[in-house]
């Protein structure tokens, strides 16, 4: 055999590989579903990442209310630290504690400031991990006067 027709043959078994190859290469029949596989998972991971921010953001606005709340009353002439936890509680327990889970309620009362914290954890749409929370409020305490 000659090398001509050697080497006709080995172009021709290399033109048949490369087409061979272009056929497979081209072939996409279940791309669609294995990009359905891997991009689904991630969707719903995202997706319930922002449902857990939207329910820590949520939770940091009961725990604002509720320590404004408390130094509303708090705050006032005749009052003390303990009404303005005590108004606290009550409004963490009106707005619902389901949202902000082990909440603990600090407040403090000087003769210059009224300061309440309120600190807790954001519901968990998983249970894996929690997200803190805290809000403090402070505000000047008038000051008790005595008679006219």
Do not use: C, Y
Request: net charge positive; aromatic share 2%.
């Amino acid at each position: 055999m000659d090398d001509a027709a050697r080497t006709g043959r080995s172009s021709r078994r290399a033109a048949s590989l490369r087409r061979a190859r272009h056929a497979v290469a081209r072939d996409e029949r279940g791309a669609a579903s294995a990009e359905l596989v891997i991009a689904t998972p991630l969707l719903l991971l995202l997706i319930m990442g922002v449902i857990q921010f939207a329910l820590w953001q949520h939770a940091e606005h009961i725990a604002s209310a509720v320590a404004q709340q408390g130094v509303a009353v708090g705050r006032l002439q005749g009052e003390t630290a303990a009404a303005g936890k005590d108004q606290a509680r009550s409004v963490l327990d009106q707005l619902g504690s389901g949202v902000l889970t082990g909440s603990d309620i600090t407040a403090t009362r000087t003769a210059t400031t009224t300061t309440v914290t309120v600190t807790g954890h954001a519901e968990s749409l998983l249970g894996i991990f929690t997200l803190p929370v805290k809000a403090t409020a402070a505000g000047p305490t008038e000051p008790n006067v005595i008679g006219p």
